[in-house]
């Protein structure tokens, strides 16, 4: 089965992050479920799993619901 792919701009829509807060994720968190391809080396979003990474990252993080930054 071939997953949902999305690009680094839907993904920021998704997340509702800016592109350098995605890009320092990208470069950082191995868990993130994307990879490089292509000449261009571009990044292939795998949409699917997105959810699964939130619930994790989540977990992780003091102050954070279902991986999103609480309002203060």
Same mark, same amino acid.
């Given at each position: $089965? ?8 839907? *993904? ?6 800016? %592109?350098?807060? /995605? ?6 968190? &191995?868990?993130? &479920?994307?990879?490089? *391809? ?8 795998? *949409?699917? %799993?997105?959810?699964?990474?939130? $619930? ?5 993080? *003091? ?6 930054? /609480?309002? $203060?």
């Amino acid at each position: $089965m071939i997953p949902n792919i999305v690009t680094t701009k839907e *993904a920021c829509k998704i997340l509702k992050i800016g %592109r350098t807060s /995605l890009n320092n994720i990208l470069l950082t968190d &191995p868990t993130f &479920p994307a990879v490089q *391809a292509g000449a261009n080396c571009k990044w292939l979003i795998n *949409a699917d %799993r997105l959810d699964q990474w939130l $619930m994790r990252r989540g977990q992780k993080h *003091a102050g954070v619901k279902n991986g999103l930054e /609480l309002e $203060m």
